[in-house]
T-cell receptor
Framework: DTGVSQDPRHKITKRGQNVTFRCDPISEHNRLYWYRQTLGQGPEFLTY????????KSRLLSDRFSAERPKGSFSTLEIQRTEQGDSAMYLC???????????????FGPGTRLTVT | KNQVEQSPQSLIILEGKNCTLQCNYTVSPFSNLRWYKQDTGRGPVSLTIMTFSENTKSNGRYTATLDADTKQSSLHITASQLSDSASYIC???????????????FGTGTRLTIIP
């Protein structure tokens, strides 16, 4: 399967614990995005990488959240001291962006469903 | 106020029937509009992408239309199948900066249920 993969698919944790999610984008894609989606809502942008550089972070991304893409390939999203409000689906997407392409297709992974009890 | 509004919020139709989903947006300047299908518990899958110069695009039984003047789009599903049951999300992208974040704005989706 050459699509975007995410691990784990489901995570249940107790409030106050730290969690880390992994995203493996499509191999030739230089852009990587993290989104959060709560029930009945569309995804909301969290952060964006161009290769290994984190170029933008949403205000939704509090100090408890950190994302990395150390070698410009896979990415991790860590949430420290989880709260019940962090319960959501965390989606990763990747795309190949160049200066000459106007429309960039973002390919989404299956998501990681986080439940904080 | 969300810059991408979708209607109806939910829709139930009989298998084999057609349906049309609506999307109104205020994102400006506009680059492209996408329709995604999202099955429960899965990530969104792209159905169509239209730039501001396109006014219709088809993907099998899915046909999307775009009126960039009125900032409206529709997704028409023909001869619905049980597997079409999903959320359909309208996504709008502003004109991108070079190497910039696409800043996609997602609608809240229309939940479509096909019944036999």
């Amino acid at each position: 399967d050459t699509g975007v993969s995410q691990d784990p698919r489901h995570k249940i944790t107790k409030r106050g614990q730290n969690v880390t999610f992994r995203c493996d984008p499509i191999s030739e894609h230089n852009r990587l995005y993290w989104y959060r989606q709560t029930l009945g809502q569309g995804p909301e942008f969290l952060t964006y990488f161009q290769n290994e550089a984190q170029l933008e972070k949403s205000r939704l991304l509090s100090d408890r959240f950190s994302a990395e893409r150390p070698k410009g390939s896979f990415s991790t999203l860590e949430i420290q001291r989880t709260e019940q409000g962090d319960s959501a689906m965390y989606l990763c997407a990747s795309s190949q962006g160049t200066q000459s392409v106007i429309s960039y297709e973002q390919y989404f992974g299956p998501g990681t469903r986080l439940t904080v009890t | 106020k969300n810059q991408v509004e979708q209607s109806p919020q939910s829709l139930i139709i009989l298998e084999g029937k057609n349906c049309t989903l609506q999307c109104n947006y205020t994102v400006s300047p506009f680059s492209n509009l996408r329709w995604y299908k999202q099955d429960t518990g899965r990530g969104p899958v792209s159905l169509t992408i239209m730039t501001f110069s396109e006014n219709t695009k088809s993907n099998g039984r899915y046909t999307a239309t775009l009126d960039a003047d009125t900032k409206q789009s529709s997704l028409h599903i023909t001869a619905s199948q049980l597997s079409d049951s999903a959320s359909y999300i309208c996504v709008v992208s502003p004109r991108p900066e070079n190497f910039g974040n696409e800043k996609l704005t997602f609608g809240t989706g229309t939940r479509l249920t096909i019944i036999p």
